[in-house]
């Protein structure tokens, strides 16, 4: 399957038919567990010398489906699905760093990532070094001998622009550090794993799902990290594990295929902490992925017409998009979104802070929410709302001002997102 496109491989990878019954849409298995054939299969199920279903709380048949076909979409070698994108981003961390180690972040990151990795992960004793992503060399020089992973978002709002990815991943090579990306923001628009990176992991809540309706987050193992090669740099995947009897994770899984950082996350981080995805949700995240493609094309093309529109508009004073990028802005875009730029477009109006809370107030068809990837157009001012837990400091850091004002392009009639826009624009002047 691996040779069939992005736009197949969301309808068909991991998936034929349900063997009991023939059906051909994923059965929603809402089930807690799972009936051993002998204690002999059960003994084995626990002790991992057979891959299979004992427990949902580690695995689930259409969550399984789930976690193959974003594997197969994103080119990765195998997938685990979790309750939320918190968690993947938690998960991808902790299944290498442990107290006393570090990571080394871009500054440019998601409000909840952010708060995660300044506040709960210190007090865990994993330190985060935030570094401007500007310069890729910045994360060489913020590593030391206890620097596990590097970690960024592919396009980061509020800048939207995207992360030097290859450049990020080379460095990290160098020294046996992988690249974390998370890439929710841009699925199928950026494939990270081509560019170097080790590891992609989404919130699904957003573009995946695409509707709106349900939590969720995965973490996508690349396949392409040669963990083994450097056991003083991992030690999480190259010391006993005395959970499982002493199991170095780097040399148990090889038979398996080159799956040891996801493995090892599912059996010690999800079974530990629980963070498991609802066989429900992923059932709703699986609807979603069918239409990724399409979604994906419709987005950018409306989004682009949008960021087209404010650039016109003399209210306006910038207009912050991919496209109307200048110096390395432009050149990353140019090099990482060839083929579209997504759905999120950010502006600033020349009536400051006010302005963008009048115009929030005015919008009849966007809606005011803390989402992002919904099929409908969304709108909010994040200095109030996302990045309010943020510092001041920390809020321009991350790139909000307090005029700025995000949107999240859907897929309804381009003129009628435009006159939205033009009414609720007219209300903010007056
Ligand atoms: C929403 C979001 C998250 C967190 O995901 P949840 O599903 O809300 O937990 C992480 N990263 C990015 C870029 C996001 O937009």
């Not at 918190?86 to 409000?111: C, E, I, K, P, W």
């Not at 974390?180 to 590891?199: Q, S, W, Y």
């Not at 530990?272 to 059932?283: H, I, Q, R, T, V």
Request: no cysteine; proline share 6%; charged share 20%.
């Amino acid at each position: 399957m691996t040779s069939r496109h992005p736009e197949t491989l969301a309808l068909h990878a991991g998936w034929r038919r349900d063997s009991a019954t023939t059906s051909v849409a994923v059965p929603i298995y809402q089930t807690s567990s799972y009936q051993f054939d002998s204690t002999e299969h059960a003994a084995n199920l626990f002790g991992l010398k057979e891959l299979g279903n004992i427990y949902t709380r580690i695995m689930n048949p259409t969550t399984d489906v789930l976690e193959k076909r974003l594997a197969a979409v994103e080119g990765g070698v195998a997938a685990l699905a979790l309750s939320s994108g918190q968690a993947a981003s938690a998960f991808s961390v902790q299944n290498l760093a442990r107290a006393g180690d570090n990571v080394v972040s871009s500054t440019d990151l998601y409000g909840g990532t952010w708060n995660l990795f300044a506040n709960t992960l210190k007090d865990q004793g994993i330190e985060v070094r935030f570094v401007d992503p500007q310069d890729p060399e910045a994360f060489a020089r913020a590593t030391d001998d206890r620097t596990r992973a590097y970690y960024a978002e592919t396009l980061p709002n509020p800048k939207l622009i995207p992360f030097p990815i290859a450049e990020v991943a080379a460095i990290g090579r160098r020294f046996g550090i992988p690249l974390i990306m998370d890439n929710t923001a841009a699925p199928l628009l950026v494939r990270p794993f081509e560019h170097g990176a080790a590891v992609v992991m989404y919130s699904t809540t957003k573009y995946i799902g695409g509707h709106g309706t349900s939590i969720g987050g995965v973490v996508i193992d690349g396949g392409n990290f040669d963990w083994e090669a450097h056991p003083q740099r991992q030690p999480a995947l190259n010391t006993p594990d005395p959970s499982y009897h002493g199991a170095v994770w780097s040399q148990a899984v090889k038979p398996l295929g080159p799956i040891a950082y996801i493995l090892k996350m599912r059996v010690t981080l999800l079974r530990d902490l629980g963070a498991a995805m609802s066989p429900f949700n992923a059932f709703l995240f699986l609807q979603g992925l069918e239409t990724l493609p399409l979604r994906m094309r419709e987005h950018s093309r409306n989004a682009s017409a949008v960021a087209n529109f404010l650039a016109n508009r003399k209210d306006v004073t910038r207009v912050i998009h991919p496209e109307h990028h200048t110096g390395l802005g432009a050149e990353r875009s140019a090099k990482y979104l060839p083929h579209g730029q997504g759905g999120l477009v950010g502006f600033e109006l020349a009536g400051g802070a006010e302005a963008g809370r009048t115009f929030i107030d005015a919008l009849k068809l966007f809606y005011h929410v803390a989402n992002i990837g919904d099929a409908r157009s969304l709108a909010i001012h994040p200095a109030s709302t996302t990045h309010s837990q943020l510092t001041d400091s920390e809020q321009i850091a991350t790139g909000v001002t307090p005029g700025y004002v995000r949107l999240s392009i859907g897929l309804e009639h381009i003129d009628d997102i435009l006159s939205d826009l033009a009414q609720a624009l007219d209300a903010a002047k007056a």
